[in-house]
T-cell receptor, first 113, second 111 residues
Framework: GAGVSQSPRYKVAKRGQDVALRCDPI?????LFWYQQALGQGPEFLTY????????KSGLPSDRFFAERPEGSVSTLKIQRTQQEDSAVYLC???????????FGPGTRLLVL | QKEVEQDPGPLSVPEGAIVSLNCTYS??????FMWYRQYSRKGPELLMY????GNKEDGRFTAQLNRASQYISLLIRDSKLSDSATYLC???????????FGQGTTLQVKP
């Protein structure tokens, strides 16, 4: 079956623009995570969904970041008024039930000019 | 101090070598410890996870957890060209499954 997919794969935005990043998790996976990975660093947690409920958003760096998963499958991470420091790879991961394995998508590479 | 510390390398070894990658962590309450591998421009993929002190082996890979000293390591035996990647240690820090990652160690295996 298909893995986690993300779109777009690459996004260039001018500073101040809004962007929306999409994640399609593996079908049936209840848990969905967003991570931000800066160049040369490990991924950093942003937010977590269980079905449509956003249970943890402690990693969102500012109120310019917003995530949703309205029907419990596809998720969108939105960044408003992008800044240069938002340039990073945004990774989405999903997992089934209480298993430990998180399956990661290929990421969206965001460059803010 | 970061919760998970990992030497970024890079590490360069010849094919067939034994490689040891290490991480230390600061919170003794952490429960699950994982090693992810990330190829360039790909998402991380889980290699192994462990939760009890001692060794866990899977083929050429051995994960070692030492709770007393608060470090984890990944041993790769008979390294292959395809092992060239960044290796990330990660810790599950809560019941939600949220992961805390180290910086990653870049490994290059040369012919």
């Amino acid at each position: 079956g298909a893995g986690v997919s993300q779109s777009p794969r690459y996004k260039v935005a001018k500073r101040g623009q809004d962007v929306a990043l999409r994640c399609d998790p593996i079908s049936g996976h209840v848990s969905l995570f967003w991570y931000q990975q800066a160049l040369g660093q490990g991924p950093e947690f942003l937010t977590y969904f269980q079905n449509e409920a956003q249970l943890d958003k402690s990693g969102l760096p500012s109120d310019r970041f917003f995530a949703e998963r309205p029907e419990g499958s596809v998720s969108t991470l939105k960044i408003q008024r992008t800044q240069q420091e938002d340039s990073a790879v945004y990774l989405c991961a999903s997992k089934w039930g209480s298993t430990e394995t998180q399956y990661f998508g290929p990421g969206t590479r965001l460059l803010v000019l | 101090q970061k919760e998970v510390e990992q030497d970024p390398g890079p590490l360069s070894v010849p094919e067939g070598a034994i490689v040891s990658l290490n991480c230390t962590y600061s919170n003794s309450a952490f429960q699950y410890f994982m090693w992810y591998r990330q190829y360039s421009r790909k998402g991380p993929e889980l290699l192994m996870y462990t939760y009890s002190s001692g060794n866990k082996e899977d083929g050429r890979f051995t994960a070692q957890l030492n709770r007393a000293s608060q470090y984890i390591s990944l041993l790769i035996r008979d390294s292959k060209l395809s092992d060239s990647a960044t290796y990330l240690c990660a810790i599950r820090s809560s019941n939600t499954g949220k992961l805390i990652f180290g910086q990653g160690t870049t490994l290059q295996v040369k012919p």
